[in-house]
């Protein structure tokens, strides 16, 4: 990876006035579902929520409506900035049940980009497919783990791979499934606490290096083959207040999670460069982009 600073339009990023702008009447709102419309009309004060929400790690009275608009919001000026066609094909791994990413498609590309993402757990997916009933762009979810991601896509066709707090997952997943643990069909918030435990037994025990990083540099790697060149990988990782102090919770590996995944391409020699854009914080969000 080579190291630079290159200046993007639109910046700086995520200011918090247009960010409660775009939730609570632009472009946003415009793309959500009538449920979280109706979440997010009933919710109090809500610029200091949305100033909540852009905080790092999220604090302890965090609105999860908002946070959810407020992360779509990101992703949305994040695309806006990076210039991205709006007929844009985009990749994301381990989608689950969360939806940020596709709403900012959808509103970015007007109905005109394309989604498809790689994602093992089937009750998220399902989840997933129920919020996503108004959304008028192609989306697909393919069952499958993102190391097959070179069955399902073709190398340079993808303009944007998002990983959105999806380096936790593959981690989580990479050390779960050799333990026994059937990552497809858990439910995954309630198995959570055991994968995250495991996580931070193969951390403290200097395994991940054989366990873990293998997994997630295989997904990576593959995502820069799909990304066209000039396109981007984005990173973002966040984590909540309510986690610190917490025995079993790996806060340091978790607060390091962007830090060390940035440290580990750059090792790998990919052909990526880092962007960086005023106003993100490069503790928890990593922009690159594919060498021309
Ligand atoms: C809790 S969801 C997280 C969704 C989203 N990344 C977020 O944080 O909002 C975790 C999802 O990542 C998926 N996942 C983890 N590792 C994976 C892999 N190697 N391939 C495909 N999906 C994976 C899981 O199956 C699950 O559906």
Redesign the pocket.
């Known amino acids: 990876m080579t190291s630079g600073t290159e200046r993007a339009p639109f910046t700086p990023l995520w200011e918090s006035t247009r960010i409660t702008e775009a939730i609570a009447a632009g472009a946003i709102h415009n793309v959500l579902c009538e449920s979280a419309r109706l979440e997010l009309a009933a919710v109090t004060e809500l610029p200091a929520r949305v100033a909540g929400a852009l905080l790092n790690p999220k604090p302890l009275d965090i609105c999860m409506p908002v946070l959810d608009a407020v992360l779509a919001a990101q992703y949305f000026e994040l695309f806006q900035a990076l210039r991205l066609p709006q007929d844009m094909a985009v990749y994301e791994?381990?989608?689950?049940?969360?939806c940020?990413v596709i709403l900012a498609a959808e509103a970015h590309g007007g109905g005109r980009a394309n989604y498809l993402s790689?994602?093992?757990?089937r009750r998220?997916?399902e989840q997933l497919r129920a919020k996503l009933t108004h959304v008028t762009m192609p989306v697909r979810i393919v069952e499958?783990?993102?190391?097959e991601a070179l069955l399902h896509l073709s190398a340079n066709s993808i303009d944007v791979a998002c990983f959105?707090?999806?380096v936790?997952?593959?981690l989580?997943?990479?050390v779960s499934e050799p333990r026994g643990m059937d990552?497809?069909d858990v439910d995954?918030?309630p198995n959570?606490r055991q994968m995250i435990e495991w996580l931070a037994e193969d951390a403290n025990a200097g395994c991940l290096e054989h366990r873990g990083k293998p997994?997630l540099m295989k997904?990576v790697t593959d995502a820069v083959l799909l990304v066209r060149p000039g396109g981007y990988l984005v990173f973002d990782h966040f984590n909540w207040c309510r986690f610190i102090g917490v025995d079993w919770f790996p806060w340091e590996l978790f607060y390091n999670l962007i830090p060390m995944t940035r440290q580990w391409i750059a090792e790998s020699g990919l052909p990526v460069k880092e962007t960086r854009l005023d106003g993100m914080d490069t503790q928890w969000w990593l922009v690159l982009r594919k060498s021309v």
Do not use: Y
Not at 93 to 98: D, F, L, Q
């Open positions: 791994p381990c989608v689950g049940a969360s940020p790689i994602n093992l757990n998220l997916r499958d783990n993102a190391q959105h707090h999806a936790n997952d593959i989580q997943t990479a990552t497809t995954w918030f959570e997994e997904i």
